[in-house]
């Protein structure tokens, strides 16, 4: 365990099932991001909360609503995806812009749309 | 517009087989460029942090150094365990907060 914990590690739903992801990290750190890995494609930043606030939305569809409770809690809730949604889904913290010791990931949420 | 590439793709070491990975950057400032390994079905794990050109890190079998234009990462004599992919991303001294431009990563495998 890295300190960030994601569950569930994988999810099968339907085009129109609502879900929600769970990240929750140990660290004490202040910052915490969703982003979306897909297959030969670079990582792409979806959310970035700093402080329980959020202050990056990298233009991600609606269908993908962040919720954070307090700065160890992070959501992703899902509803109505597309099949090209399908992808593995990372949570990192970090301490403050995480410069020098990176980001911490979790483990991901592997989600299949059909 | 910033831009990260990575190469190669794919490279597949014998163990003891020296190589490097190439990252090549394009960005308007650079504030930092991080090197991560991930492993089949984990997250990424933080390696390095390099902020100015002529710098180098070493962790165990690996290398990192950064020039105006590329970091190379070294793996020295490796192990099958050495198996992962590498993925690099840097950090524009313009960016809002956390914001990293990721490399699509090379996948090593070593074999013994």
């Known amino acids: 365990e890295t300190g960030v914990t994601q569950t569930p590690r994988h999810l099968v739903m339907g085009m129109t099932n609502k879900k929600s992801l769970k990240c929750e990290q140990h660290?004490?750190?202040?910052?915490m991001y969703w982003y979306k890995q897909s297959a030969k494609k670079p990582l792409e930043l979806m959310f970035v909360?700093?402080?329980?606030?959020?202050?990056e939305n990298n233009s991600v569809p609606s269908r993908f609503s962040p919720e954070c409770p307090n700065s160890s809690h992070l959501f992703l809730h899902l509803h109505t995806l597309q099949p090209e949604d399908s992808a593995l889904y990372l949570c990192?913290?970090?301490?403050?812009?995480?410069?020098?010791?990176?980001?911490?990931f979790g483990s991901g949420t592997r989600l299949t749309v059909v | 517009e910033d831009q990260v590439t990575q190469s190669p793709e794919a490279l597949r070491l014998q163990e003891g087989e020296s190589s490097s990975l190439n990252c090549s950057y394009t960005?308007?400032?650079?504030?930092?460029l991080f090197w991560y390994r991930q492993d089949p079905g984990k997250g990424p794990e933080f390696l390095f942090t390099?902020?100015?050109a002529g710098e180098e890190k070493e962790k165990e079998r690996l290398k990192a150094t950064l020039t105006k234009k590329e970091s190379f990462l070294h793996i020295t004599a490796p192990k099958p365990e050495d198996s992962a992919t590498y993925l690099c991303?840097?950090?524009?001294?313009?960016?809002?907060?956390?914001?990293?431009?990721f490399g699509a990563g090379t996948q090593v495998v070593v074999t013994p």
């Open positions: 990192a913290s970090s301490q403050d812009h995480g410069d020098d010791g990176g980001y911490t």
């Open positions: 660290l004490g750190h202040n910052a």
């Open positions: 909360y700093n402080f329980k606030e959020q202050t």
């Open positions: 960005v308007s400032g650079l504030r930092g």
């Open positions: 390099l902020y100015s």
């Open positions: 991303a840097v950090r524009v001294t313009t960016d809002s907060w956390g914001k990293f431009q």
